[in-house]
């Protein structure tokens, strides 16, 4: 069973309202991503953290997305003004950052109507 | 554009045959690869991963093949069962901390009984 905790599991908002969801990584894992999977399937890399620190990220999340993993407190990504196309399933991932092996949370399915 | 492609979205396998699934990635600079498998619902799990250094690997009913040269990577399942019907995506990535991976958009395998 995945340790990485995201909530909330399901997340409905209007266009241009603010959608925020959380992950706690798995303990001990200092390296977050969040990822995009579309109703086309893909997976989209959005962002990554060593610690409070971004690795990498993408346009679209320099943008209209914010995120942040600060010390003893949920990561959360947030989207400042949703769009229909934000419509997706968000899913955080962990891991110990030695390698590339990942462990995924469940993920938040948001819904912009 | 997509960097790792998963050309067949399905594949249907009678039980007890070998299933196959390919994947095929575009960075030069890749060298770990691995196989996740998604249920419905759930979030993707790990199933096996190889590096560069080796060009095959084997885990039970699973073999990781690893073809550098044609940028190509596939799982076999041996003696396929019907409760390995998910869904398959491969992964790909640079060694390295907090590297990201870059996801195929996923193979659904149906084993039928």
């Known amino acids: 069973n995945s340790k990485v905790i995201q909530t909330p599991r399901y997340l409905v908002k209007g266009q241009g309202q603010k959608a925020k969801m959380r992950c706690i990584p798995e303990?001990?894992?200092?390296?977050v991503f969040w990822y995009q999977q579309n109703k086309n399937n893909e997976f989209k890399f959005l962002i990554n953290f060593q610690n409070q620190e971004v690795l990498q990220q993408i346009d679209m999340t320099e943008k209209r997305f914010s995120a942040e993993c600060p010390s003893n407190s949920p990561c959360s990504l947030e989207i400042q003004s949703s769009e229909a196309g934000d419509s997706a399933l968000y899913l955080c991932?962990?891991?110990?950052?030695?390698?590339?092996?990942?462990?995924f949370g469940k993920g938040t399915r948001l819904t912009v109507v | 554009g997509q960097q790792v492609k998963q050309s067949s979205p399905s594949l249907t396998v009678q039980e007890g045959g070998i299933s196959i699934l390919n994947c095929d990635y575009e960075n030069d600079m890749f060298d770990y690869f691995a196989w996740y498998k998604k249920y419905p619902d759930n979030s993707p799990t790990l199933l096996i991963s190889v590096r560069s250094n080796v060009d095959k690997r084997e885990d039970g009913r699973l073999t990781v093949f690893l073809n550098k040269s044609g940028k190509h990577f596939s799982l076999h399942i041996t003696a396929s069962q019907p409760e390995d019907t998910a869904v398959y995506l491969c992964a790909a990535g640079q060694q390295g901390t907090g590297s990201k991976l870059s996801f195929g958009k996923g193979a659904k395998l149906t084993v039928s009984p």
């Open positions: 991932a962990s891991s110990l950052g030695k390698n590339t092996e990942v462990f």
């Open positions: 303990k001990g894992h200092p390296v």
